[in-house]
């Protein structure tokens, strides 16, 4: 019996050239995938016409004008007005001036950023907390019409969103919530519970009840054994909920668009309207790209011990 189990391990053991092989895919998969991050973090240290030359300039002079036209509005002005004016007071000042202009005061980006991050954070918490109740609450009782609720829940990510695009324009108007921080975290919360529902009561599927009869047993009450017995081994689908949610929130762009204008406005609608001389302002649009990519990444490396650590459950057995 023996050997024949450590025939079998053997067999199915990967060689060190199946090993190899596997790890050189991963690693030029992961280079591919990257080749479009890396293009548009080099755009914004582009100049406008290293941006658009061909073919594509892969070596080039660094340069911060996509930084700077991405936070600054500028107004073109005659040779002889550059000349009556002062000598310049910043690098900015001076970088703007080669190009016969002048600021004439930030841009909207800091706003947008601001909402992106209002909008995102917040209706990741409420999809996040609500979907963790919803969950445990699927995962833990006899819920009548259970598995009919959980595909109704489900379907609400299957519908294209152009298809109640309308009528959610027209109620939100009605109600006031358009151009407004609460309407579209009321609608991102409400896309999202459902990724959230799904899979965080995998999650909590997997966590033995046992572990909460004893917490009450020792005279807790269920609140308090959810929050102290299932909350800690949670963490890790928490965590990867969070981030897909956050991701959908970060990067919505159509609801955005149609249900903001200003007040509310989040960065996805705005950077493509970043207007240069000539048509759209490429390095900066490379440049409130690459901003924009931050949060995701620093939300991710915060929660990465979370997703890495994988889910490991105690040795109470059924």
Not at 84 to 96: H, I, R
Not at 125 to 134: I, K
Not at 272 to 284: H, K, R, S, Y
Request: charged share 15%; glycine share 8%; proline share 8%.
């Amino acid at each position: 019996m023996s050997a024949a189990a450590d025939s079998a391990r053997t067999v199915l053991e990967p060689t060190a050239r199946t090993k190899w092989l596997s790890g050189g895919l991963v690693v030029l998969y992961a280079l591919v995938a990257s080749i479009p991050l890396l293009w548009i973090v080099m755009t914004g240290f582009k100049t406008p016409p290293d941006a658009i030359a061909y073919p594509p300039k892969v070596f080039f002079s660094p340069s911060l004008e996509g930084y700077v036209n991405l936070f600054t509005t500028r107004t073109r002005q005659t040779p002889e007005y550059m000349q009556s004016l002062p000598p310049p007071e910043t690098w900015y000042d001076a970088l703007v001036r080669t190009r016969n202009m002048v600021i004439a005061g930030p841009s909207p980006i800091g706003g947008r950023y601001i909402n992106s991050l209002i909008v995102g954070f917040g209706s990741t918490f409420l999809a996040v907390f609500l979907g963790t109740l919803a969950a445990y609450g699927f995962s833990r009782f006899k819920v009548p019409i259970k598995d009919d609720l959980l595909f109704f829940i489900l379907s609400t990510r299957m519908m294209p969103p152009i298809a109640v695009a309308i009528p959610i324009y027209l109620m939100y108007r009605v109600l006031g919530l358009s151009d407004t921080h609460l309407g579209l975290i009321i609608l991102y919360t409400a896309v999202n519970i459902s990724l959230a529902v799904w899979l965080l009561k995998g999650f909590i599927d997997e966590i033995p009840p046992e572990y909460e009869e004893a917490a009450m047993i020792d005279g807790y009450t269920r609140f308090q054994a959810f929050r102290m017995a299932v909350l800690p081994q949670a963490v890790t689908g928490i965590a990867a909920t969070a981030i897909f949610c956050l991701i959908f929130s970060w990067n919505e762009y159509a609801f955005a668009l149609l249900l903001t204008s200003g007040t509310a406005q989040t960065a996805p609608p705005f950077i493509p309207t970043i207007i240069g001389e000539g048509g759209l302002d490429w390095p900066a649009v490379g440049a409130g790209t690459t901003l924009f990519l931050l949060p995701i990444v620093i939300f991710t490396i915060i929660l990465r011990k979370h997703l890495l650590r994988g889910i490991t459950f105690g040795a109470v057995r059924k």
